[in-house]
Protein backbone atom coordinates (compact mmCIF):
# COMPACT_ATOMS: atom_id res chain seq x y z
CA UNK A 1 0.00 0.00 0.00
CA UNK A 2 1.04 3.17 -1.09
CA UNK A 3 2.70 5.37 2.27
CA UNK A 4 0.19 8.23 1.65
CA UNK A 5 -2.72 5.61 2.28
CA UNK A 6 -1.51 4.59 5.63
CA UNK A 7 -3.68 7.43 6.82
CA UNK A 8 -7.08 6.24 7.60
CA UNK A 9 -8.77 8.89 6.83
CA UNK A 10 -6.89 9.52 3.59
CA UNK A 11 -8.01 6.26 2.83
CA UNK A 12 -11.87 7.56 3.34
CA UNK A 13 -11.25 10.50 0.98
CA UNK A 14 -9.71 8.38 -1.58
CA UNK A 15 -12.77 5.72 -1.44
CA UNK A 16 -15.14 8.44 -1.90
CA UNK A 17 -13.17 10.12 -4.87
CA UNK A 18 -14.00 6.04 -6.28
CA UNK A 19 -17.55 5.96 -5.40
CA UNK A 20 -18.00 9.55 -6.99
CA UNK A 21 -16.21 8.13 -10.18
CA UNK A 22 -17.82 4.90 -10.18
CA UNK A 23 -21.18 6.54 -9.87
CA UNK A 24 -20.32 9.03 -13.03
CA UNK A 25 -19.16 6.11 -15.23
CA UNK A 26 -22.25 3.71 -14.04
CA UNK A 27 -24.54 6.26 -15.09
CA UNK A 28 -22.78 7.37 -18.69
CA UNK A 29 -22.93 3.52 -19.43
CA UNK A 30 -26.50 3.66 -18.93
CA UNK A 31 -27.79 6.73 -20.85
CA UNK A 32 -25.59 5.09 -23.62
CA UNK A 33 -28.00 2.73 -23.72
CA UNK A 34 -31.11 4.94 -23.48
CA UNK A 35 -31.57 3.29 -19.75
CA UNK A 36 -32.10 6.99 -17.93
CA UNK A 37 -35.79 8.32 -18.20
CA UNK A 38 -35.54 11.28 -20.46
CA UNK A 39 -36.53 13.41 -16.95
CA UNK A 40 -33.98 12.34 -15.09
CA UNK A 41 -31.33 12.98 -18.01
CA UNK A 42 -32.41 16.53 -18.23
CA UNK A 43 -31.51 16.73 -14.06
CA UNK A 44 -27.98 15.63 -14.81
CA UNK A 45 -25.59 18.95 -14.77
CA UNK A 46 -28.56 20.22 -12.00
CA UNK A 47 -28.18 17.45 -9.58
CA UNK A 48 -24.49 17.86 -10.23
CA UNK A 49 -24.60 21.51 -9.84
CA UNK A 50 -26.64 20.85 -6.33
CA UNK A 51 -24.25 18.48 -4.99
CA UNK A 52 -21.37 21.08 -5.30
CA UNK A 53 -23.66 23.64 -3.42
CA UNK A 54 -24.07 21.00 -0.86
CA UNK A 55 -20.50 20.26 -0.58
CA UNK A 56 -19.40 23.30 0.15
CA UNK A 57 -22.52 24.82 2.40
CA UNK A 58 -21.40 21.44 4.36
CA UNK A 59 -18.32 22.96 4.66
CA UNK A 60 -19.61 26.06 6.35
CA UNK A 61 -22.38 24.68 8.10
CA UNK A 62 -20.47 20.99 9.14
CA UNK A 63 -17.41 21.62 9.00
CA UNK A 64 -16.94 25.37 10.15
CA UNK A 65 -20.30 25.38 12.59
CA UNK A 66 -21.64 28.57 10.82
CA UNK A 67 -25.67 28.41 10.27
CA UNK A 68 -25.59 29.86 6.52
CA UNK A 69 -29.31 30.38 5.43
CA UNK A 70 -28.02 32.49 2.18
CA UNK A 71 -26.34 29.97 0.19
CA UNK A 72 -28.05 30.42 -2.77
CA UNK A 73 -27.38 33.95 -3.07
CA UNK A 74 -23.84 33.13 -3.66
CA UNK A 75 -25.01 30.68 -6.22
CA UNK A 76 -27.39 33.38 -7.80
CA UNK A 77 -23.49 35.15 -8.49
CA UNK A 78 -21.71 32.67 -9.88
CA UNK A 79 -24.96 31.68 -12.33
CA UNK A 80 -24.83 35.28 -13.79
CA UNK A 81 -21.19 36.09 -13.68
CA UNK A 82 -21.16 32.83 -15.42
CA UNK A 83 -23.92 32.81 -18.27
CA UNK A 84 -22.46 36.54 -18.68
CA UNK A 85 -18.61 35.38 -19.31
CA UNK A 86 -19.54 32.36 -21.65
CA UNK A 87 -22.62 34.37 -23.65
CA UNK A 88 -19.68 37.46 -23.99
CA UNK A 89 -17.12 35.96 -25.15
CA UNK A 90 -19.43 33.25 -27.53
CA UNK A 91 -17.20 34.62 -30.22
CA UNK A 92 -13.90 35.11 -28.49
CA UNK A 93 -13.65 31.35 -27.27
CA UNK A 94 -15.05 29.09 -29.89
CA UNK A 95 -14.75 26.07 -28.00
CA UNK A 96 -17.74 25.38 -25.39
CA UNK A 97 -15.93 23.43 -23.01
CA UNK A 98 -13.05 26.26 -22.64
CA UNK A 99 -15.71 28.44 -22.57
CA UNK A 100 -16.63 26.58 -19.72
CA UNK A 101 -14.17 26.45 -17.91
CA UNK A 102 -13.71 30.60 -18.33
CA UNK A 103 -17.50 30.71 -17.32
CA UNK A 104 -16.63 28.87 -14.23
CA UNK A 105 -13.92 30.39 -12.82
CA UNK A 106 -15.39 33.78 -13.31
CA UNK A 107 -18.64 32.43 -11.23
CA UNK A 108 -16.02 31.54 -8.11
CA UNK A 109 -14.25 34.15 -8.72
CA UNK A 110 -17.19 36.52 -8.49
CA UNK A 111 -18.70 34.67 -5.58
CA UNK A 112 -15.68 34.39 -3.84
CA UNK A 113 -15.53 38.48 -3.42
CA UNK A 114 -19.18 38.57 -2.77
CA UNK A 115 -18.68 36.10 0.18
CA UNK A 116 -15.40 38.04 1.53
CA UNK A 117 -17.45 41.28 1.23
CA UNK A 118 -20.68 39.68 2.84
CA UNK A 119 -18.32 37.51 5.40
CA UNK A 120 -16.69 40.49 6.75
CA UNK A 121 -20.17 42.00 8.50
CA UNK A 122 -21.22 38.50 8.90
CA UNK A 123 -18.51 36.58 10.48
CA UNK A 124 -18.63 39.13 13.51
CA UNK A 125 -21.77 37.37 14.39
CA UNK A 126 -22.07 33.56 15.22
CA UNK A 127 -25.23 31.24 16.06
CA UNK A 128 -28.80 32.31 15.69
CA UNK A 129 -27.46 36.04 14.34
CA UNK A 130 -25.57 34.76 11.75
CA UNK A 131 -27.98 32.67 10.34
CA UNK A 132 -30.45 35.88 10.34
CA UNK A 133 -27.52 37.63 8.77
CA UNK A 134 -26.67 35.59 5.69
CA UNK A 135 -30.46 35.32 5.21
CA UNK A 136 -30.98 38.72 4.99
CA UNK A 137 -27.79 38.97 3.04
CA UNK A 138 -29.22 36.14 0.86
CA UNK A 139 -32.17 38.41 -0.01
CA UNK A 140 -30.11 41.25 -1.09
CA UNK A 141 -28.17 39.29 -3.25
CA UNK A 142 -30.94 38.08 -5.03
CA UNK A 143 -32.54 41.67 -5.22
CA UNK A 144 -29.72 43.39 -6.64
CA UNK A 145 -29.60 40.37 -9.50
CA UNK A 146 -32.94 41.20 -10.31
CA UNK A 147 -32.18 44.83 -11.24
CA UNK A 148 -29.56 43.92 -13.18
CA UNK A 149 -29.75 44.54 -17.07
CA UNK A 150 -26.68 43.23 -19.14
CA UNK A 151 -26.05 43.24 -23.02
CA UNK A 152 -22.88 42.46 -25.00
CA UNK A 153 -22.47 44.04 -28.60
CA UNK A 154 -19.29 44.52 -30.47
CA UNK A 155 -17.98 47.54 -28.52
CA UNK A 156 -18.11 45.13 -25.18
CA UNK A 157 -20.44 45.07 -22.19
CA UNK A 158 -22.96 46.96 -21.30
CA UNK A 159 -24.61 46.66 -18.19
CA UNK A 160 -27.48 48.50 -16.38
CA UNK A 161 -28.40 48.94 -12.87
CA UNK A 162 -32.41 48.73 -12.72
CA UNK A 163 -33.15 50.96 -9.61
CA UNK A 164 -36.93 52.01 -10.47
CA UNK A 165 -37.84 48.98 -12.82
CA UNK A 166 -38.44 51.30 -15.48
CA UNK A 167 -35.59 51.07 -17.57
CA UNK A 168 -35.46 48.21 -20.04
CA UNK A 169 -33.27 46.14 -22.64
CA UNK A 170 -33.76 48.88 -25.38
CA UNK A 171 -32.07 51.76 -22.65
CA UNK A 172 -28.88 49.56 -22.98
CA UNK A 173 -27.96 51.22 -26.27
CA UNK A 174 -26.95 48.31 -28.17
CA UNK A 175 -25.43 48.10 -31.43
CA UNK A 176 -27.00 46.32 -34.05
CA UNK A 177 -25.49 42.40 -33.63
CA UNK A 178 -25.52 42.71 -30.17
CA UNK A 179 -27.58 40.77 -27.33
CA UNK A 180 -29.26 41.36 -23.99
CA UNK A 181 -27.92 38.91 -21.68
CA UNK A 182 -29.48 39.36 -18.16
CA UNK A 183 -33.15 41.47 -18.51
CA UNK A 184 -33.99 42.29 -15.08
CA UNK A 185 -36.60 39.82 -13.30
CA UNK A 186 -36.94 37.89 -16.65
CA UNK A 187 -33.92 36.81 -15.63
CA UNK A 188 -31.44 35.25 -18.46
CA UNK A 189 -33.06 33.75 -21.47
CA UNK A 190 -31.69 32.51 -25.09
CA UNK A 191 -28.49 31.18 -23.27
CA UNK A 192 -26.10 28.43 -24.91
CA UNK A 193 -26.64 25.33 -22.76
CA UNK A 194 -22.79 24.42 -22.76
CA UNK A 195 -23.06 22.61 -19.75
CA UNK A 196 -22.64 18.71 -19.98
CA UNK A 197 -22.50 16.23 -17.61
CA UNK A 198 -19.14 15.05 -17.74
CA UNK A 199 -18.13 19.15 -16.85
CA UNK A 200 -20.54 18.45 -13.71
CA UNK A 201 -18.59 15.35 -12.51
CA UNK A 202 -15.26 17.14 -12.60
CA UNK A 203 -16.60 20.00 -11.03
CA UNK A 204 -17.78 17.42 -8.16
CA UNK A 205 -14.34 16.21 -7.99
CA UNK A 206 -12.71 19.03 -7.99
CA UNK A 207 -15.12 20.61 -5.26
CA UNK A 208 -14.20 17.33 -3.32
CA UNK A 209 -10.61 17.40 -3.60
CA UNK A 210 -10.61 20.97 -2.10
CA UNK A 211 -13.19 20.61 0.65
CA UNK A 212 -11.18 17.11 1.89
CA UNK A 213 -8.03 18.65 1.22
CA UNK A 214 -8.48 21.17 3.03
CA UNK A 215 -10.31 19.99 5.90
CA UNK A 216 -7.23 17.52 6.32
CA UNK A 217 -4.81 20.43 6.37
CA UNK A 218 -3.35 23.09 8.83
CA UNK A 219 -6.04 25.42 8.16
CA UNK A 220 -8.74 22.44 8.16
CA UNK A 221 -7.89 21.60 11.95
CA UNK A 222 -7.88 25.32 12.38
CA UNK A 223 -11.81 25.63 11.18
CA UNK A 224 -12.92 22.73 12.97
CA UNK A 225 -10.93 23.83 16.06
CA UNK A 226 -12.80 26.90 16.24
CA UNK A 227 -15.93 25.32 15.40
CA UNK A 228 -15.32 23.06 18.57
CA UNK A 229 -14.04 25.45 21.29
CA UNK A 230 -13.12 29.00 20.12
CA UNK A 231 -11.69 30.23 23.09
CA UNK A 232 -9.39 27.41 22.94
CA UNK A 233 -8.55 27.90 19.50
CA UNK A 234 -7.63 31.50 20.42
CA UNK A 235 -5.36 30.70 23.11
CA UNK A 236 -2.82 28.33 20.82
CA UNK A 237 -2.64 31.21 18.25
CA UNK A 238 -5.02 30.30 15.73
CA UNK A 239 -7.26 33.79 14.38
CA UNK A 240 -10.56 32.62 14.18
CA UNK A 241 -11.93 35.60 12.10
CA UNK A 242 -9.65 34.62 9.75
CA UNK A 243 -9.91 30.65 9.52
CA UNK A 244 -13.92 31.32 9.47
CA UNK A 245 -13.65 33.84 6.43
CA UNK A 246 -11.41 30.76 4.79
CA UNK A 247 -13.90 28.49 5.33
CA UNK A 248 -16.77 30.79 3.75
CA UNK A 249 -14.64 32.17 1.00
CA UNK A 250 -14.05 28.91 -0.53
CA UNK A 251 -17.59 27.90 0.09
CA UNK A 252 -18.64 30.95 -1.63
CA UNK A 253 -16.31 30.36 -4.56
CA UNK A 254 -17.53 26.77 -4.92
CA UNK A 255 -21.21 28.00 -5.27
CA UNK A 256 -20.23 30.46 -7.73
CA UNK A 257 -18.98 27.38 -9.85
CA UNK A 258 -21.91 25.19 -9.51
CA UNK A 259 -23.62 28.40 -10.28
CA UNK A 260 -21.54 29.02 -13.55
CA UNK A 261 -22.52 25.16 -14.35
CA UNK A 262 -26.07 25.71 -13.21
CA UNK A 263 -26.61 29.05 -15.22
CA UNK A 264 -24.93 27.42 -18.57
CA UNK A 265 -27.35 24.35 -18.29
CA UNK A 266 -30.30 26.04 -18.63
CA UNK A 267 -31.38 28.29 -22.12
CA UNK A 268 -33.87 30.25 -20.07
CA UNK A 269 -32.80 31.20 -16.07
CA UNK A 270 -34.92 33.73 -13.43
CA UNK A 271 -33.16 35.58 -10.93
CA UNK A 272 -36.09 34.50 -8.30
CA UNK A 273 -35.06 30.83 -9.07
CA UNK A 274 -32.07 30.96 -6.33
CA UNK A 275 -34.56 32.33 -3.54
CA UNK A 276 -34.91 31.49 0.45
CA UNK A 277 -35.99 28.03 -0.75
CA UNK A 278 -33.20 27.19 -2.83
CA UNK A 279 -31.06 27.71 0.16
CA UNK A 280 -33.05 25.72 2.58
CA UNK A 281 -33.10 23.11 0.03
CA UNK A 282 -29.53 22.96 0.24
CA UNK A 283 -29.05 23.32 4.01
CA UNK A 284 -32.15 20.27 4.02
CA UNK A 285 -29.20 18.33 1.92
CA UNK A 286 -26.68 19.03 4.24
CA UNK A 287 -28.54 18.32 7.50
CA UNK A 288 -29.96 14.94 6.01
CA UNK A 289 -26.93 13.69 4.78
CA UNK A 290 -24.91 14.19 7.98
CA UNK A 291 -22.91 17.57 9.09
CA UNK A 292 -19.75 17.41 8.08
CA UNK A 293 -20.20 14.22 5.90
CA UNK A 294 -19.15 14.89 2.33
CA UNK A 295 -20.40 11.33 0.65
CA UNK A 296 -24.04 11.76 3.10
CA UNK A 297 -24.20 15.68 1.06
CA UNK A 298 -23.65 13.73 -2.43
CA UNK A 299 -25.92 10.80 -1.94
CA UNK A 300 -28.93 13.42 -0.37
CA UNK A 301 -28.46 16.03 -3.11
CA UNK A 302 -28.95 13.40 -5.73
CA UNK A 303 -31.84 11.53 -3.89
CA UNK A 304 -33.82 15.05 -3.21
CA UNK A 305 -33.38 16.44 -6.48
CA UNK A 306 -34.40 13.26 -8.56
CA UNK A 307 -37.38 12.42 -6.21
CA UNK A 308 -39.75 15.43 -6.73
CA UNK A 309 -39.32 14.33 -10.56
CA UNK A 310 -39.93 10.37 -9.80
CA UNK A 311 -42.87 11.28 -7.84
CA UNK A 312 -44.04 13.16 -10.88
CA UNK A 313 -46.81 9.91 -11.48
CA UNK A 314 -48.21 11.31 -7.98
CA UNK A 315 -49.21 14.70 -9.67
CA UNK A 316 -51.32 16.99 -7.34
CA UNK A 317 -50.03 14.66 -4.33
CA UNK A 318 -46.33 15.12 -5.53
CA UNK A 319 -44.74 17.67 -2.89
CA UNK A 320 -46.83 16.10 -0.06
CA UNK A 321 -45.21 12.79 -0.44
CA UNK A 322 -41.72 14.93 -0.68
CA UNK A 323 -42.91 15.88 2.15
CA UNK A 324 -43.77 12.75 4.08
CA UNK A 325 -40.67 10.97 2.92
CA UNK A 326 -38.23 13.44 4.02
CA UNK A 327 -39.98 13.74 7.92
CA UNK A 328 -39.79 9.93 7.83
CA UNK A 329 -35.82 9.94 6.56
CA UNK A 330 -35.07 12.67 9.43
CA UNK A 331 -36.93 10.73 12.00
CA UNK A 332 -35.27 7.04 10.72
CA UNK A 333 -31.65 8.89 10.92
CA UNK A 334 -32.09 10.26 14.07
CA UNK A 335 -33.47 7.40 15.58
CA UNK A 336 -31.25 5.43 17.96
CA UNK A 337 -33.00 2.30 17.91
CA UNK A 338 -32.66 2.10 14.25
CA UNK A 339 -29.60 3.60 14.34
CA UNK A 340 -28.22 0.71 16.46
CA UNK A 341 -29.85 -1.87 14.34
CA UNK A 342 -27.63 -0.09 11.64
CA UNK A 343 -24.27 -0.64 14.05
CA UNK A 344 -25.21 -4.49 14.82
CA UNK A 345 -25.53 -5.35 11.18
CA UNK A 346 -22.79 -3.15 10.04
CA UNK A 347 -19.82 -3.11 13.05
CA UNK A 348 -17.73 -1.01 11.26
CA UNK A 349 -20.00 2.13 10.71
CA UNK A 350 -19.99 2.80 14.13
CA UNK A 351 -16.73 3.51 14.82
CA UNK A 352 -16.82 6.52 11.72
CA UNK A 353 -19.98 7.67 13.18
CA UNK A 354 -18.40 8.64 16.25
CA UNK A 355 -15.45 10.61 14.96
CA UNK A 356 -18.02 11.77 12.04
CA UNK A 357 -17.79 15.17 12.73
CA UNK A 358 -13.75 15.57 11.89
CA UNK A 359 -14.36 12.85 10.03
CA UNK A 360 -15.87 14.43 7.21
CA UNK B 1 19.62 49.79 37.52
CA UNK B 2 15.99 50.18 38.81
CA UNK B 3 13.13 50.69 36.28
CA UNK B 4 11.60 53.77 35.56
CA UNK B 5 7.92 54.79 34.27
CA UNK B 6 6.04 57.46 33.74
CA UNK B 7 3.11 58.19 35.99
CA UNK B 8 1.51 62.18 36.30
CA UNK B 9 4.31 63.27 34.12
CA UNK B 10 7.03 62.06 36.47
CA UNK B 11 9.37 59.35 36.24
CA UNK B 12 9.24 57.57 39.30
CA UNK B 13 10.86 54.15 40.42
CA UNK B 14 8.64 50.69 40.00
CA UNK B 15 8.02 49.59 43.11
CA UNK B 16 9.72 46.58 44.00
CA UNK B 17 7.46 43.63 42.75
CA UNK B 18 9.73 40.76 42.49
CA UNK B 19 10.22 37.69 43.84
CA UNK B 20 12.56 36.47 41.05
CA UNK B 21 14.65 32.96 41.97
CA UNK B 22 18.58 34.02 42.07
CA UNK B 23 19.31 32.58 38.97
CA UNK B 24 17.17 34.09 36.83
CA UNK B 25 18.07 37.86 38.30
CA UNK B 26 20.76 38.46 35.65
CA UNK B 27 18.04 37.34 32.56
CA UNK B 28 15.69 39.45 31.83
CA UNK B 29 12.43 38.44 33.42
CA UNK B 30 9.57 36.39 30.75
CA UNK B 31 6.35 38.92 32.38
CA UNK B 32 5.85 41.95 34.21
CA UNK B 33 2.68 43.12 35.12
CA UNK B 34 2.44 46.75 36.51
CA UNK B 35 -0.80 47.97 37.89
CA UNK B 36 -2.56 46.07 36.35
CA UNK B 37 -6.62 46.38 37.16
CA UNK B 38 -10.26 45.77 35.64
CA UNK B 39 -13.21 46.68 36.77
CA UNK B 40 -16.82 45.02 36.36
CA UNK B 41 -19.03 47.78 36.52
CA UNK B 42 -18.22 49.18 39.66
CA UNK B 43 -16.44 46.59 41.19
CA UNK B 44 -12.54 46.11 40.81
CA UNK B 45 -12.17 42.33 40.33
CA UNK B 46 -8.35 43.02 40.14
CA UNK B 47 -6.47 46.18 41.48
CA UNK B 48 -2.93 47.15 41.44
CA UNK B 49 -1.63 43.96 40.75
CA UNK B 50 1.88 43.76 39.87
CA UNK B 51 4.39 40.67 39.48
CA UNK B 52 7.13 39.84 37.56
CA UNK B 53 8.33 36.62 36.50
CA UNK B 54 11.79 35.03 36.15
CA UNK B 55 12.68 33.72 32.86
CA UNK B 56 12.68 29.59 34.30
CA UNK B 57 10.80 30.77 37.45
CA UNK B 58 7.91 28.06 38.24
CA UNK B 59 5.38 30.80 40.25
CA UNK B 60 2.25 30.21 42.44
CA UNK B 61 -0.80 32.16 42.31
CA UNK B 62 -3.24 31.49 45.09
CA UNK B 63 -5.79 32.87 46.94
CA UNK B 64 -9.52 31.65 48.64
CA UNK B 65 -12.52 31.04 45.97
CA UNK B 66 -13.67 34.66 44.04
CA UNK B 67 -10.38 35.92 44.87
CA UNK B 68 -9.65 36.88 41.04
CA UNK B 69 -6.73 34.44 40.14
CA UNK B 70 -8.75 33.29 36.81
CA UNK B 71 -8.91 36.91 36.01
CA UNK B 72 -5.69 37.69 36.36
CA UNK B 73 -5.10 35.05 33.93
CA UNK B 74 -7.49 35.86 31.55
CA UNK B 75 -5.84 39.54 31.65
CA UNK B 76 -2.69 38.48 31.20
CA UNK B 77 -4.07 36.42 27.89
CA UNK B 78 -6.20 39.16 26.58
CA UNK B 79 -9.48 37.38 27.04
CA UNK B 80 -10.24 40.37 29.08
CA UNK B 81 -8.99 44.02 28.21
CA UNK B 82 -7.16 45.67 31.26
CA UNK B 83 -8.68 48.45 32.44
CA UNK B 84 -5.28 49.74 34.00
CA UNK B 85 -2.00 48.68 33.94
CA UNK B 86 0.69 47.54 31.45
CA UNK B 87 1.68 43.82 30.23
CA UNK B 88 5.45 43.00 29.29
CA UNK B 89 6.17 39.60 27.76
CA UNK B 90 9.84 39.48 27.55
CA UNK B 91 10.11 43.42 27.68
CA UNK B 92 7.25 43.79 24.90
CA UNK B 93 3.49 46.01 25.53
CA UNK B 94 1.01 43.31 24.93
CA UNK B 95 -1.48 46.70 24.85
CA UNK B 96 -4.30 45.94 22.09
CA UNK B 97 -3.31 42.68 21.13
CA UNK B 98 -5.56 40.05 20.83
CA UNK B 99 -5.94 36.31 22.49
CA UNK B 100 -4.06 35.22 19.67
CA UNK B 101 -1.31 37.35 19.14
CA UNK B 102 -0.50 37.33 22.68
CA UNK B 103 -0.08 33.32 22.00
CA UNK B 104 2.07 34.20 19.13
CA UNK B 105 4.15 36.69 21.58
CA UNK B 106 5.35 33.80 24.32
CA UNK B 107 1.78 33.10 26.48
CA UNK B 108 0.59 29.46 26.67
CA UNK B 109 -2.32 28.75 28.85
CA UNK B 110 -4.65 25.56 29.86
CA UNK B 111 -8.19 25.97 31.44
CA UNK B 112 -9.54 25.63 34.86
CA UNK B 113 -12.75 24.03 32.92
CA UNK B 114 -11.24 22.03 30.53
CA UNK B 115 -11.08 23.23 26.65
CA UNK B 116 -10.00 20.74 24.43
CA UNK B 117 -11.29 20.55 20.91
CA UNK B 118 -13.32 17.26 22.00
CA UNK B 119 -14.28 15.78 18.61
CA UNK B 120 -10.36 15.65 17.41
CA UNK B 121 -7.89 13.34 17.70
CA UNK B 122 -5.31 13.86 20.97
CA UNK B 123 -2.60 14.04 17.93
CA UNK B 124 -4.94 16.33 16.03
CA UNK B 125 -5.55 18.38 19.37
CA UNK B 126 -1.71 18.74 19.72
CA UNK B 127 -1.33 19.76 15.67
CA UNK B 128 -3.86 22.00 16.48
CA UNK B 129 -1.53 23.54 18.89
CA UNK B 130 1.31 23.48 16.50
CA UNK B 131 -0.19 25.49 14.10
CA UNK B 132 2.32 28.53 14.05
CA UNK B 133 5.50 26.82 14.61
CA UNK B 134 5.17 24.34 11.83
CA UNK B 135 2.66 26.68 9.48
CA UNK B 136 1.98 26.35 5.72
CA UNK B 137 -0.15 28.25 3.35
CA UNK B 138 -3.76 27.70 2.75
CA UNK B 139 -3.10 26.48 -0.46
CA UNK B 140 -0.11 24.26 -0.55
CA UNK B 141 -2.69 22.61 2.22
CA UNK B 142 -5.59 22.41 -0.67
CA UNK B 143 -3.01 21.31 -3.41
CA UNK B 144 -0.82 19.31 -1.15
CA UNK B 145 2.28 21.05 -2.20
CA UNK B 146 5.94 19.52 -0.68
CA UNK B 147 5.17 22.00 1.98
CA UNK B 148 2.44 19.94 2.91
CA UNK B 149 3.97 16.98 3.21
CA UNK B 150 7.15 18.03 5.19
CA UNK B 151 5.20 20.03 7.55
CA UNK B 152 2.67 17.74 8.45
CA UNK B 153 5.57 14.92 8.60
CA UNK B 154 7.13 17.10 10.91
CA UNK B 155 4.04 18.10 12.80
CA UNK B 156 3.48 14.34 13.02
CA UNK B 157 6.83 14.20 15.21
CA UNK B 158 6.88 16.58 17.18
CA UNK B 159 3.31 15.93 18.15
CA UNK B 160 4.44 12.19 19.51
CA UNK B 161 7.61 13.64 20.64
CA UNK B 162 5.37 16.26 23.00
CA UNK B 163 2.94 13.57 24.14
CA UNK B 164 5.79 11.54 25.45
CA UNK B 165 6.48 13.39 28.16
CA UNK B 166 2.88 12.15 29.74
CA UNK B 167 3.96 8.74 28.06
CA UNK B 168 0.63 9.94 26.07
CA UNK B 169 2.09 8.89 22.85
CA UNK B 170 -0.28 5.33 22.83
CA UNK B 171 -3.35 7.68 22.88
CA UNK B 172 -2.84 9.55 19.63
CA UNK B 173 -5.35 8.60 17.71
CA UNK B 174 -7.92 8.21 20.48
CA UNK B 175 -10.71 10.80 20.82
CA UNK B 176 -9.69 13.95 22.89
CA UNK B 177 -13.37 13.67 24.75
CA UNK B 178 -13.12 10.41 25.34
CA UNK B 179 -9.83 10.42 27.16
CA UNK B 180 -10.28 10.15 31.20
CA UNK B 181 -10.09 13.31 32.98
CA UNK B 182 -6.51 13.78 34.02
CA UNK B 183 -5.34 12.83 30.63
CA UNK B 184 -7.61 15.46 29.91
CA UNK B 185 -5.73 17.97 31.50
CA UNK B 186 -2.34 16.53 30.50
CA UNK B 187 -3.33 16.86 26.88
CA UNK B 188 -4.23 20.39 27.40
CA UNK B 189 -0.79 20.79 28.84
CA UNK B 190 0.84 19.74 26.34
CA UNK B 191 -1.64 21.36 23.45
CA UNK B 192 -0.35 24.77 25.33
CA UNK B 193 3.68 23.34 24.91
CA UNK B 194 3.22 22.98 21.42
CA UNK B 195 2.84 26.64 20.93
CA UNK B 196 6.72 27.26 21.94
CA UNK B 197 5.87 29.68 24.66
CA UNK B 198 8.17 31.23 26.86
CA UNK B 199 5.63 31.67 29.18
CA UNK B 200 3.30 28.68 30.56
CA UNK B 201 0.03 29.69 32.14
CA UNK B 202 -1.47 26.26 34.04
CA UNK B 203 -5.06 27.17 35.55
CA UNK B 204 -5.93 24.25 38.49
CA UNK B 205 -3.84 21.74 36.37
CA UNK B 206 -3.91 18.99 39.61
CA UNK B 207 -7.82 19.59 39.86
CA UNK B 208 -9.57 15.89 39.73
CA UNK B 209 -6.28 14.43 39.98
CA UNK B 210 -5.71 12.06 42.57
CA UNK B 211 -2.33 12.24 45.41
CA UNK B 212 -0.57 9.88 43.10
CA UNK B 213 -1.14 11.58 40.07
CA UNK B 214 -0.71 15.03 41.25
CA UNK B 215 2.64 14.09 42.58
CA UNK B 216 3.76 12.44 38.74
CA UNK B 217 2.50 16.13 37.75
CA UNK B 218 4.76 17.79 40.05
CA UNK B 219 7.67 16.18 38.42
CA UNK B 220 6.51 16.70 35.28
CA UNK B 221 5.59 20.74 35.84
CA UNK B 222 9.60 20.73 36.97
CA UNK B 223 10.39 18.56 34.35
CA UNK B 224 8.66 20.65 31.78
CA UNK B 225 10.87 23.71 33.08
CA UNK B 226 14.16 22.27 32.70
CA UNK B 227 13.23 20.66 29.41
CA UNK B 228 11.91 23.36 27.72
CA UNK B 229 13.52 26.21 29.90
CA UNK B 230 10.69 28.22 30.50
CA UNK B 231 9.05 30.04 33.19
CA UNK B 232 5.44 28.15 34.88
CA UNK B 233 2.85 29.65 36.79
CA UNK B 234 -0.04 28.29 38.18
CA UNK B 235 -3.32 28.56 40.15
CA UNK B 236 -3.66 25.77 42.42
CA UNK B 237 -5.60 25.07 45.27
CA UNK B 238 -3.87 21.78 46.44
CA UNK B 239 -0.68 23.47 48.83
CA UNK B 240 1.40 20.82 48.44
CA UNK B 241 2.03 21.31 45.14
CA UNK B 242 2.21 24.98 45.27
CA UNK B 243 4.41 24.91 48.42
CA UNK B 244 6.73 22.33 47.09
CA UNK B 245 7.37 23.16 43.64
CA UNK B 246 6.47 26.94 43.94
CA UNK B 247 10.11 29.32 43.97
CA UNK B 248 7.87 32.28 44.29
CA UNK B 249 4.26 32.96 45.50
CA UNK B 250 1.63 35.45 45.07
CA UNK B 251 -1.31 35.64 47.11
CA UNK B 252 -4.83 37.13 45.91
CA UNK B 253 -7.55 38.00 48.00
CA UNK B 254 -10.61 40.58 46.38
CA UNK B 255 -8.77 41.07 43.49
CA UNK B 256 -5.80 42.70 45.96
CA UNK B 257 -2.31 41.06 46.33
CA UNK B 258 -1.83 40.78 49.82
CA UNK B 259 1.40 38.28 50.15
CA UNK B 260 4.49 37.71 48.10
CA UNK B 261 6.98 35.57 48.77
CA UNK B 262 8.55 31.78 49.12
CA UNK B 263 6.73 29.39 50.52
CA UNK B 264 8.21 29.24 54.04
CA UNK B 265 7.42 33.15 54.21
CA UNK B 266 3.68 32.47 52.64
CA UNK B 267 2.84 29.62 55.01
CA UNK B 268 3.77 32.39 58.02
CA UNK B 269 2.06 35.60 57.05
CA UNK B 270 -0.50 36.63 59.49
CA UNK B 271 -2.44 38.55 56.60
CA UNK B 272 -2.65 35.16 54.18
CA UNK B 273 -3.81 33.22 57.25
CA UNK B 274 -6.11 35.36 58.12
CA UNK B 275 -7.37 35.33 54.61
CA UNK B 276 -8.08 31.85 54.42
CA UNK B 277 -8.86 31.26 58.22
CA UNK B 278 -10.17 34.31 59.16
CA UNK B 279 -9.49 36.13 62.09
CA UNK B 280 -9.00 35.17 65.48
CA UNK B 281 -11.23 36.36 68.26
CA UNK B 282 -9.31 38.56 70.59
CA UNK B 283 -10.22 36.83 74.10
Known sequence: MPNFLKNKKTRRDFVTYGLVVLAFVAVSLMQANHMIPRMIVGQLVPICAYIVMAISLNLVVGVAGDLSLGHAGFMSVGAYTGIVAATSLAEAVPNDAVRLVIALLAGAASAALAGFLVGIPVLRLSGDYLAIVTLAFGEIIKEIVTCLIVGVDERGLHVL????????????????????????????????????????????????????????????????????????????????TKYRMIAFVVSAALAGAAGALFGNGFSQLSAT???????????????????????????????????????????????????????????????????????????????????????? | MPKFEFERGKMVPVPSHSIVPERDVDSAPVLEALHLGIDFGGLKAVDDFNLTIGKTEIAGL?????????????????????????????????????????NRMGIARTFQNIRLFNTMTVEENVKVGLHNTKAYSTLSGILRAPSYWRREAEAHDRALELLSIFDMQDLANHQAGSLPYGAQRRLEIVRALATNPSLLLLDEPAAGMNPSETAELMENIVKIRDTFNIAIMLIEHDMNLVMNICEGICVLNFGKVIAKGTAEEIQNNETVIEAYLGKQKEA
Not at chain 1, 208 to 230: E, K, Y
Not at chain 1, 299 to 313: H, K, N, S, Y
Not at chain 1, 320 to 326: D, G, P, R, S, T
Open chain 1, 161 to 240: FNLTGKLTVDDLGLAEGGAAIIKGAQGASGTETISTFFAGFLLVMVALVIVLNLVRSRAGRAILAVRDNRIAAESVGIST
Open chain 2, 62 to 102: IGPNGAGKTTVFNLLTKVYAPTRGTILLNGNDTSGKTVSQV
Open chain 1, 273 to 360: KFDFNTSILILVFVVLGGLGNMRGSIVAATVLTILPEALRQFSDYRMLVYAIVLILVMICSNNPTIKGFVARVLPRRRSNEEEVSADA
